[in-house]
């Protein structure tokens, strides 16, 4: 009875195939470093943006004039002055923060002659019908990955970073679009 079983479990599967687990092409060794260096290679990059700018203006303007017109004469006396004061001062001031924090994994796209790295990647997300996008695209230098195969966005080059949401709460924090068309007209 056992004998037959195992025939009929070896007659399914067939005999093993001859071949090696090494692969010359996609061998690393153990101690080899596993940070990212070739197209199609992952890299982890840590989003720390944190931008802020003030702006203030302040101005100042004064101006006096004044006419004077004296008639005299023994029999006639008379003056008339016309004067104008003109007066002005205004001030502004503009304040811009932002923060971004986040991590992306991207992949090398292309290996530069210098030997950088263009990466480029994005991320989907979808929490409550909100759905937020983040992509990533910029040149890293390999001395620059951690031998976490991470990098810092500060250390992107040429980074472009987008951060962007679209469902209900992002259509409430666009103008609609009468208010756009006043804004026009500077109502």
Same mark, same amino acid.
């Not at 991590?103 to 929490?127: C, I, K, M, P, Y």
């Given at each position: ?9 070896? $007659? ?18 153990? #101690? ?19 931008? $802020? ?12 004039? &004044? ?9 006639? &006396? ?7 004061? $003109? ?17 992306? #994994? ?7 002659? &210098? ?12 929490? &409550? ?20 195969? #991470? ?37």
């Amino acid at each position: 009875m056992v004998g037959s079983f195992a025939q009929t479990v070896e $007659s399914k599967a067939g005999p093993a195939a001859r071949g090696s687990l090494y692969s010359e092409s996609s061998y690393q060794a153990l #101690t080899s470093d596993r940070r990212g260096h070739k197209v199609g290679d992952l890299v982890t990059v840590i989003i720390f943006e944190n931008a $802020s700018a003030s702006s203030t203006a302040d101005t100042g303007a004064n101006r006096d004039s &004044n006419v004077g017109l004296s008639i005299s004469t023994p029999t006639f &006396n008379k003056s008339a002055g016309v004067g104008a004061n $003109s007066d002005f001062s205004g001030g502004g001031r503009t304040q811009r923060a932002g923060k971004v924090l986040g991590q992306l #994994t991207v992949f090398v796209r292309e290996v530069l002659a &210098n030997g950088d790295l263009f990466v480029s990647g994005e991320q989907s997300l979808e929490v &409550n019908g909100e759905r937020q996008v983040i992509k990533l695209e910029g040149h890293v230098r390999p001395k620059d990955i951690t031998e976490l195969n #991470t990098v810092l966005s500060t250390r992107v080059a040429d980074a472009k970073i987008s951060f962007s949401g679209d469902g209900v709460l992002g259509d409430r924090q666009r103008p609609a679009w009468w208010q756009k068309l006043l804004g026009l007209f500077g109502v």
